[in-house]
C-alpha cells in the first residue's frame, strides 16, 4: 500500500514537530540543570564570606605546595644534670645587714565569674576547663565541615565551609571567657582545642577547626600534610624546646601536639599567612588565669642548724593541672611567672614568723635553706621521664624537684620578700641563682653588677657558695627576674 505524499509530509509534520517539542523539552530541562549546577559551583568557588580575605585566601590554599623539613628541636641542656648532688658541709653563718621585718600584701579573695555569660546560654557543647563548666554554640557551617577528600582539596573544602558559616558569635564567646578569665595565649590554645576536640571526634577535622579559629583570633598559624593527616602549626618568636617546628621565611612554627615526642619529617604546606593574622603565641605567664579553686593543702617539712621547722601550704590544683599542660618555654617565663596569691600569702606568713627580727644575711639563708631541704632532689628524666621546667608553684606542689625548679622557687620568694634582684644563673647542666646584695663570697658579673651565688640545690650551702665543680667555670647565660 502506498502512502500519499501529503500524508508522509503529514506524518513527517507530526513526528518532527514531536520531537521538536521533545528536544525543546530536554534542552530546557538540561539548560535548567546545567544552570543550578553552575550556581552551585560557582556558589562553592566564590563563596560570599562575610570576611572579604576568605575569597583569596581560600583560592590561595588550592595553589601548590611546597615540601618543609623539620628542623632539630634544641636541648634545654647540653649534658645531663647529674643524679645525685652532694651536699655541703654546714658552716656558721655571720649574721650582716639591719633587722628586717617581712611586709605581706594583704590577699584579697576574689571570686571567680568564668562561665559564659548567662544571657548566652550556649548548650550545644559543654567542656570542663580546669574546673569550670563553659559551653558553646557550633555554628552549623562548621559542624557540617569535613576534611574530604584528604589532601588540600579536603582543607580548601573545609575551610570554605567554615569561613561562610555563621562564625563570629563563636568567636565572640571565646574571646569573652578568655578575658573573664584572664588566659594568657596558652590559655587560649587550651580553650580553643578543647572546643575543638569536643566538635570534631576525628583529630584532622580537629585540628582544621583550631587553624580556622586561631586564624581569625589573629594569630600566625599554619596547616600541613604530613601522611594523609593534618598538622597544626603556631609561629613563636621564641624557642619552644622538644617540640617538633618548621621554617617559614625565617619563622619558626611549632607542632604543639607533638610536643616531646618524636618528629613527624616532611610536610606539605604553604608560604603566606592568613591576611592579617601575625600575632605569635606567646607562653609568658606574668599573671595567673582565674580558674575555679580547688583548694589542697601540705606541709613542707625541713631542718635549719638542727632545729625543724613545719610550713603549711595551700594551692589551687586546678591551677597545678594547667600548669603541668605547659611545653617546654623559655627560662624567662618561668622565673617570671608568679605564685598565686592565696598560695604566697600563706607561705610568706609562714616564713615571716622564722625571719623577722633576724639581720638580712640570716632572713636571706633561712629562706635558701627551706628551698634546699623541703624537697628531694631527683633529675626531670626520672621523675616525668622527659625534661621539664616546673612553675614556681608546682615545685611547692611536687615532693621532688631539680636544680632549675628551685632556682625559679627561690628566686621569686626572694625578690617578693626581700626586694632582691636576682638573676638565673645557667650552666651546661646546672642551674643555680645570684643576689645584687652587699655580701661576700663567690661572685658574677652581669651587666657590670656583680652578684653573689645562691645555690637552692647545694644542700646546706650559704649564700656565696657554689658548687666545688662551678666555681671556675663561667656561666653560659643569664636570666634576668623582673622586678615588679
Known amino acids: 500500500m502506498q502512502h500519499s ?22 534542552t530546557t530541562l538540561n539548560a535548567e540543570q546545567s544552570f543550578k549546577d553552575f550556581k552551585k559551583s560557582q556558589t562553592q568557588s566564590f563563596q ?12 590561595y590554599l588550592k595553589q601548590e605546595w611546597k ?25 656558721a653563718l655571720k649574721p650582716v645587714g639591719p633587722k628586717i621585718s617581712v611586709k605581706i600584701k594583704e590577699h584579697v579573695e576574689e571570686k571567680q565569674e568564668v562561665a559564659v ?35 588540600q582539596e579536603g582543607i580548601a573544602n573545609f575551610f570554605s565551609s567554615a569561613a561562610s558559616s555563621d562564625y563570629e558569635p563563636l568567636l565572640a564567646d571565646i574571646k569573652k571567657v578568655s578575658e573573664k578569665m584572664n588566659l594568657n595565649d596558652w590559655g587560649i590554645y587550651l580553650l580553643v582545642s578543647k572546643i575543638s576536640d569536643k566538635t570534631f571526634a576525628n583529630q584532622d577535622n580537629s585540628k582544621l577547626l583550631s587553624w580556622f579559629i586561631f586564624n581569625k583570633l589573629g594569630y600566625a598559624v599554619k596547616i600541613g600534610l604530613a601522611k594523609q593527616h593534618i598538622v597544626l602549626m603556631h609561629y613563636s618568636k621564641k624557642v619552644i624546646y622538644s617540640t617538633p617546628n618548621y621554617n617559614f621565611d625565617n619563622k619558626r612554627y611549632y607542632v604543639l601536639a607533638n610536643y616531646a615526642k618524636d618528629g613527624l619529617g616532611k610536610v ?33 617539712t625541713f631542718s635549719h642548724f638542727e632545729n625543724s621547722y613545719h610550713i603549711p601550704i595551700t594551692y589551687n590544683k586546678n591551677l597545678i593541672d594547667f600548669m603541668a599542660s605547659y611545653p617546654q618555654a623559655d627560662y624567662e617565663t618561668f622565673f617570671n611567672a608568679p605564685l598565686e596569691s592565696a598560695t604566697y600569702s600563706g607561705l610568706a606568713v609562714s616564713l615571716k614568723k622564722h625571719i623577722d627580727g633576724k639581720k638580712a644575711s640570716e632572713g636571706m639563708n633561712f629562706v635558701l635553706s627551706f628551698v634546699q631541704n623541703s624537697f628531694k632532689y631527683e633529675q626531670d628524666n626520672q621523675q616525668f621521664g622527659r625534661e621539664k621546667v616546673m612553675f614556681a608553684e608546682e615545685t611547692l606542689y611536687f615532693d621532688k624537684s631539680d636544680c632549675e625548679d628551685r632556682a625559679v622557687l627561690f628566686s621569686y620568694l626572694i625578690k617578693e620578700l626581700f626586694g632582691v634582684s636576682v638573676v638565673g644563673v645557667k650552666y651546661e647542666d646546672h642551674m643555680a641563682t645570684a643576689l645584687y646584695i652587699p655580701l661576700e663570697g663567690d661572685e658574677v658579673i652581669v651587666k657590670s653588677k656583680k652578684f653573689i651565688i645562691a645555690d637552692p640545690t647545694y644542700i646546706n650551702a650559704n649564700i656565696g657558695v657554689s658548687m666545688p665543680k662551678y666555681k671556675s667555670i663561667k656561666p653560659q647565660s643569664y636570666i634576668v627576674v623582673k622586678q615588679d
Open 268 to 300: 606539605f604546606s604553604y608560604k603566606q599567612d592568613y591576611p592579617g593574622s601575625t600575632k605569635e603565641l606567646d607562653l609568658s605567664l606574668d599573671t595567673l588565669p582565674k580558674l575555679e579553686a580547688k583548694i589542697e593543702s601540705k606541709t613542707l
Open 117 to 151: 555569660p548567662s544571657e548566652v546560654k550556649p548548650k550545644e557543647i559543654t567542656i570542663d576547663f580546669y574546673g569550670s563548666s563553659l559551653g558553646f554554640n557550633i555554628p552549623s557551617g562548621i559542624k557540617k565541615a569535613n576534611f574530604y577528600p584528604q589532601n
Open 5 to 26: 505524499k501529503v500524508g508522509e509530509q503529514k506524518l513527517f509534520s507530526l513526528f518532527g514537530h514531536f520531537s521538536l517539542i521533545v528536544l525543546i523539552g530536554f
Open 48 to 59: 560570599t564570606y562575610k570576611d572579604e580575605r576568605d575569597n583569596a585566601f581560600n583560592s
Open 67 to 91: 615540601a618543609y623539613n623539620a628542623l632539630r628541636s634544641e636541648p634545654l641542656y647540653e649534658k645531663a644534670k647529674p643524679l645525685e648532688i652532694e651536699a655541703a658541709k654546714p658552716q
